[in-house]
């Protein structure tokens, strides 16, 4: 069987691909060229990141086409339910991908609570005791409130770290209840945390001094923090999406964060990948990274070993 990855896969997965039998082929091919490419080369195992989609007319043209992989845990570019309504399998990596969000997030937290994304712009060419000054009314991490909304592994997996640094964590998820995590420090420890449901995402914001998305768009399309949730918020809350664009309403975000009700934003992710609109990027009070959430090497061996293994398990050996 012929797999293309689209948009790459690690050498750990290449390899386990590999000695099944499989041949891997990871030429980038540009989107409008993907169909006939499939068609031609009889591919039919299609790997994607967020760079390659695979929507219905794709799906459609490409009859011998079996399987779709994401590579992370978002499936936003995928027509997964049509694929899947036609006998198409769709995968996807929850897991291998939790950690090295989660710590993009904490580095995220801490960048946006020292001023440290607008510090390293203008260090070497702005006045030493004026930029002292300016960014001398950072606050620290410890003993304050985050409310992460969307609590499965990657939500989890942040929940770790902010307790490892003395945050008092609040949990918003779909679903209700109580979750233990074990902490993995120098003595395994774990916490209770309760669950407040996601409709009730008002509640769990408004004590919030740092809220971080983990959670798709809704599903009418629209943002889950918009114009009505930034006037629930505290004053100078400071908030990280590394979820998916469009959870946050732009517009809103930048009226919050010029009126002071967000003190600092960070964003890995943005409506209008991979064009995000200038004025968040150049926002003196916004850290922004290129969608790098699972961007390590760790992650990326997880998430290639992860494809291989459910592929292989699927399709056998050849």
Same mark, same amino acid.
């Given at each position: 069987?012929?797999?293309?990855?689209?948009?790459?896969?690690?050498?750990?997965?290449?390899?386990?691909?590999?000695?099944?039998?499989?041949?891997?082929?990871?030429?980038?091919?540009?989107?409008?060229?993907?169909?006939?490419?499939?068609?031609?080369?009889?591919?039919?195992?299609?790997?994607?990141?967020?760079?390659?989609?695979?929507?219905?007319?794709?799906?459609?043209?490409?009859?011998?086409?079996?399987?779709?992989?994401?590579?992370?845990?978002?499936?936003?570019?995928?027509?997964?339910?049509?694929?899947?309504?036609?006998?198409?399998?769709?995968?996807?990596?929850?897991?291998?991908?939790?950690?090295?969000?989660?710590?993009?997030?904490?580095?995220?937290?801490?960048? +946006?609570?020292?001023?440290?994304?607008d510090s390293y712009k203008n260090m070497e060419n702005g006045d030493f005791k004026s930029l002292k000054?300016?960014? #001398?009314?950072?606050?620290?991490?410890?003993?304050?409130?985050?409310?992460?909304?969307?609590?499965?592994?990657?939500?989890?997996?942040?929940?770790?770290?902010?307790?490892?640094?003395?945050?008092?964590?609040?949990?918003?998820?779909?679903?209700?209840?109580?979750?233990?995590?074990?902490?993995?420090?120098?003595?395994?420890?774990?916490?209770?945390?309760?669950?407040?449901?996601?409709?009730?995402?008002?509640?769990?914001?408004?004590?919030?001094?740092?809220?971080?998305?983990?959670?798709?768009?809704?599903?009418?399309?629209?943002?889950?923090? #918009?114009?009505?949730?930034?006037?629930?918020?505290?004053?100078?809350?400071?908030?990280?999406?590394?979820?998916? #664009?469009?959870?946050?309403?732009?517009?809103?975000?930048?009226?919050?964060?010029?009126?002071?009700?967000?003190?600092?934003?960070?964003?890995?992710?943005?409506?209008?990948?991979?064009?995000?609109?200038?004025?968040?990027?150049?926002h003196p009070s916004i850290a922004c990274t290129p969608h790098v959430g699972a961007a390590t090497g760790?992650?990326?061996?997880? +998430?290639?070993?992860?494809?291989?293994?459910?592929?292989?398990?699927?399709? #056998?050996?050849?």
């Open positions: 069987m012929k797999v293309l990855a689209n948009d790459g896969v690690s050498a750990s997965g290449i390899e386990a691909l590999t000695n099944a039998g499989y041949t891997v082929i990871t030429d980038k091919v540009e989107q409008e060229n993907l169909v006939d490419y499939i068609n031609r080369e009889n591919i039919e195992i299609l790997f994607v990141r967020s760079a390659t989609t695979a929507r219905k007319e794709l799906i459609d043209s490409c009859p011998g086409l079996k399987l779709i992989g994401r590579g992370g845990v978002g499936m936003d570019n995928i027509d997964v339910q049509y694929a899947r309504d036609i006998g198409r399998i769709v995968i996807n990596t929850p897991g291998a991908s939790s950690q090295s969000v989660a710590e993009l997030v904490m580095g995220h937290l801490f960048a +946006i609570s020292r001023s440290l994304n000054k300016k960014y #001398g009314k950072g606050v620290e991490l410890r003993g304050k409130n985050i409310t992460i909304i969307g609590f499965g592994r990657i939500g989890q997996s942040l929940a770790k770290y902010a307790i490892g640094v003395g945050m008092n964590v609040t949990a918003v998820d779909l679903f209700a209840g109580t979750t233990n995590i074990e902490i993995e420090l120098g003595n395994n420890a774990s916490a209770s945390i309760e669950i407040i449901p996601l409709k009730s995402v008002l509640d769990g914001i408004k004590d919030a001094d740092y809220i971080s998305l983990h959670v798709p768009k809704q599903n009418d399309g629209s943002a889950v923090i #918009g114009s009505k949730e930034f006037d629930a918020m505290k004053d100078s809350v400071r908030i990280v999406n590394a979820a998916r #664009g469009g959870v946050i309403d732009e517009d809103a975000l930048l009226v919050a964060l010029n009126t002071g009700k967000v003190a600092a934003c960070a964003l890995d992710v943005y409506e209008n990948e991979p064009n995000p609109r200038k004025d968040l990027l150049n760790e992650a990326q061996d997880r +998430i290639g070993t992860e494809l291989a293994e459910t592929i292989i398990a699927k399709f #056998g050996t050849h």
